[in-house]
């Protein structure tokens, strides 16, 4: 009797403090996001889609965020990005910093306007999925689906990054 109550004592014990499964997220924050990514199609709420396929890439480096028309190239229009990768679903929010002027109406004096996109994002598959709002809006995007005349659907293909040795 005193073996079997030990035995039930030791499995679970043994069982009860067994670590918990590894879940990845939908990235490292900013580390998860670092590289070259292609983009590749652009998703309106009115159902208009864009391809961009080879004409568009991502650079994530640290907290900065610079896009640019081909892979080798290093200016372009750059964000200053947060993250919050325990938010569910993660956030990415870009602030611009730098770049030449937005179509529209003139910069204020001093320079860039400070354009601010906030949004979601996600990674699956060596696809990055980033949804947000635009045009001034504060409201942040609920889902991965466009649902609003100011919000787009951007997904990206990781590529290697020619900058850093790697294939493009």
């Known amino acids: 009797m005193k073996r ?15 670590p918990a499964p590894f879940l990845k ?25 864009t391809t961009y ?11 900065k965020l610079t896009f640019v028309k081909d892979a080798n190239a290093t200016a372009g ?8 990768d325990k938010a569910r679903p993660s956030t990415l929010d870009l602030l611009r910093t730098g770049g030449p002027p ?5 910069p204020p004096k001093g320079g860039i306007p400070a354009v601010q996109f906030k949004g979601l994002y996600k990674i699956e598959g060596g696809r990055l999925y980033f949804i947000y709002s635009y045009s001034g809006a504060p409201a942040r995007p609920t889902g991965f689906k466009p649902a609003a005349a100011n919000q787009a659907l951007m997904t990206f293909k990781r590529i290697g990054d020619p900058l850093k040795g790697g294939r493009k």
């Open 4 to 18: 079997r109550i030990l035995a039930a004592l030791l499995a679970a014990g043994l069982l009860g403090f067994a």
């Open 25 to 49: 997220g939908p990235a490292d924050g900013l580390d998860g996001l670092d590289g070259l990514w292609e983009a590749l199609t652009l998703e309106r709420s009115t159902g208009v889609a």
């Open 53 to 63: 396929k080879g004409t568009s890439f991502a650079r994530f480096e640290g907290d």
């Open 77 to 84: 229009v750059s964000y200053k990005i947060a993250v919050d």
């Open 102 to 106: 937005p179509k529209g109406p003139p």
